[in-house]
């Protein structure tokens, strides 16, 4: 039996997680937070008093953490955990960082004798809990190969994007699109409502017409129009506005670094932020909805 060293235990990491135990793979699991640690123990997980005992005689690594500077303090940090962990084994970098971050974490891994793959994924927490993640994968295809039962067991889209960062590359892109659906679709709901329709109404009426997109599909900003989303849960759950934000940062820096035109990405950026500033930050990040009725 494959054994798994799994670490960051957040709102994503924790139903990836659930769903290799589901699979039947032996898991090690540590995080900060030690109650998300003891509930995959009671599970079945093995909980690890920190990330070098989880990695110890670990065939995979797993990391599920929140931004570059974290990845690049457990990987290359004072602790190094690259260095404690067994050449021939398997790195899987789940996180959304910058691709210049995830090559630097490449490389050490290269030097340790690991193979990695950088592979950020999309699908939120519900694709996360049912296991129909996408992955965007960075690295060789060989490498990819040899991951791939371990990356179906907590998606069902496995894309290679490319070499070392392209996975990254791709998920910033990805984001910056989604970030600029959600801000459009919340400004013309709001500019409907205004003008006298009905959310619900106008949402289906554009869903069905040229305007239709994946917000309007399945992740309406405007409460009550969808049961299930997290404008109808007072904006609690799904994708907070902060984790947008940053990957909206992250698109900006890598168009910096390729000098490349990038207005709306630029544009939905300073009105996370904005949100940001008015204290929505721990908030789905459809609550930018609120920057249109407020």
Known sequence: MTTIAFIGLGHMGLPMARNLLKAGFALRVFDLVQSTVDSLAIEGATAAASAAEAVAGA??????????????????GNSSLMAQIAPGSLVLECSTIAPESARKVHAAASARGVAMLDAPVSGGTAG????????????????????????????????????????QVAKVCNNQLLAVQMIGTAEA????VANGLDAATLAEIMRQSS????VLEKYNPWPGVMENAPASKGYSGGFMSQLMAKDLGLAQEAAQLTAS??????LALQLYRLLLKQGHGELDFSAVQKLFVE
């Not at 991951?147 to 179906?152: G, Q, Y």
């Not at 709901?189 to 409907?192: D, E, F, H, S, V």
């Open 59 to 76: 065939e995979v690594v797993v990391s599920m953490l929140p931004a570059s500077r974290h990845v690049e303090g457990l990987y290359l």
């Open 128 to 167: 996360a809990a049912a296991g129909t993640l996408t992955f965007m994968v960075g690295g060789q295809a060989e490498t990819l190969e040899r991951a791939r039962p371990v990356l179906s067991a907590m998606g069902k889209n496995l894309f290679h994007a490319g070499p070392d960062g392209a996975g």
């Open 189 to 192: 709901l709001a500019l409907g």
């Open 211 to 214: 305007g239709g997109n994946w």
């Open 261 to 266: 035109s990038t207005p709306m990405g630029a």
